[in-house]
């Protein structure tokens, strides 16, 4: 049988889930609602699916209808865990409940999926699976790294951090992370732009306010994005309130060249900063939206990925099982964000081969800063791997480290910077390139705290 005969199985499958996992919804509520528990309050339904998820029987169920479909066309079975490095240090480290998922957009469409492109962009999702508190790290795509090859062994130079996918694979990618910045990744899930614009669309879009900047942008980007999809959305026109469409959306989350306006502190963030800022500002919004739509909204997005993410048309892949994944359902449910930032934090820019790079100003300080945000380890000390690469950046760009004790952020002074003939180093105020995301009112609401 054809995979064009097969895809209707899928919707049919999905449905069935849907019917059955609703019924079960259902049943728990109206226990609930004999206890006197009001099924329209959305955290309390939500309580529910958590609960069924969490069950063996549960488990079962969704298995039966979905486990199948979503290891043949959506876990990429070439990943090879045991190839995945940490430094040392970090093997030795507990991180407890904590586990750190790569979450990665690329410029490709169907079957480019797995060929040479550069990440897009990249974000680091660290989980306390216990607790739900998640905080998200922007890796700004042109940090100046150590590249690390798919089998974890140091290629000897440094470059775009974002090429190590193009060059490394997904494996290379998280190797690189993992060596360069200490941390512990396990796992990951790719999408590209048509599986941005689908999941999106799937969740009923974001409403955004847009500046007049912002709305040149999209609209200017917006062609090459129909391009590289397929796919359709007409321009935007208002300045202000939108509501935007998977494609309009996924263009916003691209822009570079307009600024972006935090809307709670009214922070005004500029260039790559910005458009990180931008892509952690829509994913909170998405996740709100499955936190208050609940089994319904998640369904919707399992039957776009199961029906539209065939072997000729890849729109995501992760390294994750059916099984890890609703190990995580819970964790959606309980989704607390705790912040979200850049990486690196205390940056400079510097031209290295002609290219333009962002250079940690100290990659030392700079994962140290990290891991005081990520707070799971206590005592945490820089791993020897990261200070040789600290030093052979600074060598090699001559822009050198802060001065700082290494235990205490508060005790920093000022950069010392210098250049020399072969690299034009200079030096960027960190206050108007790092960020933190924000709140708004509704997120306390919805359980979306720091």
Not at 245 to 256: K, P
């Amino acid at each position: 049988m054809s995979k064009r005969e097969k895809r209707p199985m899928k919707y049919k499958n999905v449905r069935r889930l849907r019917g059955v996992l609703i019924g079960v919804e259902i049943l728990i509520i109206a226990i609930f609602v004999l206890l006197g528990v009001i099924y329209k309050v959305p955290s309390l339904r939500n309580q529910a699916i958590k609960y069924v998820a969490r069950t063996s029987i549960g488990k079962s169920i969704a298995g039966m209808f979905v486990a199948e479909d979503f290891e043949s066309n959506v876990q990429d079975k070439d990943f090879n865990e045991e190839e995945i490095v940490t430094n040392d240090e970090v093997k030795k480290a507990d991180i407890g409940d904590y586990k750190q998922i790569l979450l990665i957009g690329i410029d490709a469409r169907g079957d480019e999926m797995d060929d040479s492109t550069n990440s897009d962009s990249m974000i680091v999702l660290t989980i306390n699976t216990k607790t739900g508190s998640v905080k998200m790290t922007s890796i700004y795509r042109d940090t100046y790294l150590e590249i690390y090859g798919s089998d974890g062994t140091s290629l000897g130079y440094r470059r775009k951090v974002n090429s190590a996918y193009a060059n490394q694979g997904i494996q290379g990618c998280i190797n690189t992370l993992n060596m360069n910045l200490d941390l512990n990744i396990s796992d990951y899930v790719v999408l590209n732009f048509t599986g941005v614009t689908k999941v999106i669309d799937a969740l009923g879009g974001v409403t955004v306010n847009l500046s007049q900047e912002e709305i040149y942008q999209l609209n200017q980007h917006l062609a090459d994005t129909k391009l590289n999809t397929g796919l359709y959305a007409p321009n935007v026109t208002k300045v202000g309130k939108n509501k935007l469409v998977g494609l309009q959306a996924t263009t916003y989350m691209r822009i570079r060249k307009a600024a972006f306006t935090d809307p709670k502190t009214g922070e005004v963030i500029t260039d790559d900063y910005g458009r990180a800022a931008r892509q952690q500002y829509i994913i909170k919004k998405l996740v709100r939206k499955v936190k208050k739509a609940g089994l319904q909204a998640a369904l919707d997005t399992i039957e776009v990925i199961l029906s539209e993410n065939t072997e000729q048309n890849r729109i995501l892949k992760t390294s994750m099982s059916f099984d890890e994944i609703m190990e995580l359902v819970p964790t959606v449910f309980d989704f607390s964000l705790d912040g979200g930032q850049g990486f690196p934090s205390k940056i400079s820019s510097a031209s290295i081969g002609g290219q333009d790079m962002v250079v940690p100003t100290g990659l030392t300080y700079n994962v140290y800063a990290l891991h005081e945000f990520l707070g799971y380890e206590t005592n945490y000390q820089v791993s020897s791997t990261v200070e040789r690469i600290s030093e052979s950046i600074a060598y090699e760009t001559g822009i050198f480290q802060l001065e700082w004790t290494g235990t205490a952020l508060e005790e920093e002074t000022e950069a010392s910077l210098s250049s020399n003939e072969s690299v034009d180093a200079s030096s960027a105020d960190s206050s108007q390139n790092s960020y933190t995301t924000s709140q708004d009112p509704m997120e306390d609401e919805l359980g979306i705290v720091k």
